[in-house]
T-cell receptor, first 108, second 117 residues
C-alpha cells in the first residue's frame, strides 16, 4: 500500500463543511483511495472510495487531484456525530493498512 | 440488523490463560479479517480468510491463531496472552477480495476489548 499523510487533527464548526486532506504522492495506478472513520470505541466505518474520478455518496464527497497524488474528503454539513478519527488508505489489494488518521473534532 | 457481530464486547483473561474471541456475520461474505488495535493506535491486520484460505500477516506473532469453521463464523485464539496483547480486537468482512479492476469495502464489527491481568 502507498504511504498516506494526514494532519493529526482538525476542528470544524457544526453545520460547516469539513475538508480533510490526504497526501498519497507514491500511489500507483491500480491503487484506490479509501476513506474510513472510527468513532470512539466503535469499529471503523467505510465512507467512500475512488480511483481517478471524484465520487459522492450520501455520506461524503471524495475529490482526487488529476495526478492522484492527493485527495480531499468533504463532509458537506458536519454534525457532532461526525467527530471521529478519519483514515485515508491507498490500497490495490483486499487488505487495508491503516495510518494514524486525522482526529476531526466537530464543535457546536 | 446487525451484520458483523463480535462476542463478547469485553473480555478479561489472566496472563497466560488461553482466550478465544468470536465473530459472526450475516452478510454471507467470503472474506473475514482480524485486526488488533492498541490504545491510541491504528488498527493492524493480523490475518484474514478468503473462504477457507488462511492468510497470515508476516509480523503476526505465533501466539495468535484463527479458525473459520464455516462462512458465518471466525474465531481468534490467543494461546498465551501477555500484557502486551491487551487491545481492541476488530473483526471485519468483505464480499470478496479486491482485484485490479474492482474493489470491495470492509464492514467492521464493534470490536472486543481484551484486558489481560
Amino acid at each position: 500500500d502507498a504511504k498516506t499523510t494526514q494532519p493529526p487533527s482538525m476542528d470544524c464548526a457544526e453545520g460547516r463543511a469539513a475538508n480533510l486532506p490526504c497526501n498519497h504522492s507514491t500511489i500507483s495506478g491500480n491503487e484506490y483511495v479509501y476513506w474510513y472513520r472510527q468513532i470512539h470505541s466503535q469499529g471503523p466505518q467505510y465512507i467512500i472510495h475512488g480511483l481517478k474520478n471524484n465520487e459522492t455518496n450520501e455520506m461524503a464527497s471524495l475529490i482526487i487531484t488529476e495526478d492522484r497524488k492527493s485527495s480531499t474528503l468533504i463532509l458537506p454539513h458536519a454534525t457532532l456525530r461526525d467527530t471521529a478519527v478519519y483514515y485515508c488508505i491507498a490500497s490495490g489489494y483486499s487488505t487495508l493498512t491503516f495510518g494514524k488518521g486525522t482526529m476531526l473534532l466537530v464543535s457546536p | 440488523d446487525a451484520m458483523v457481530i463480535q462476542n463478547p464486547r469485553y473480555q478479561v483473561t489472566q496472563f497466560g490463560k488461553p482466550v478465544t474471541l468470536s465473530c459472526s456475520q450475516t452478510l454471507n461474505h467470503n472474506v473475514m479479517y482480524w485486526y488488533q488495535q492498541k490504545s491510541s493506535q491504528a488498527p493492524k491486520l493480523l490475518f484474514h480468510y478468503y473462504d477457507k484460505d488462511f492468510n497470515n500477516e508476516a509480523d503476526t506473532p505465533d501466539n495468535f491463531q484463527s479458525r473459520r469453521p464455516n462462512t458465518s463464523f471466525c474465531f481468534l485464539d490467543i494461546r498465551s496472552p501477555g500484557l502486551g496483547d491487551a487491545a481492541m480486537y476488530l473483526c471485519a468482512t468483505s464480499r470478496d477480495r479486491a482485484g485490479a479492476r474492482w474493489t470491495d469495502t470492509q464492514y467492521f464489527g464493534p470490536g472486543t476489548r481484551l484486558t489481560v491481568l
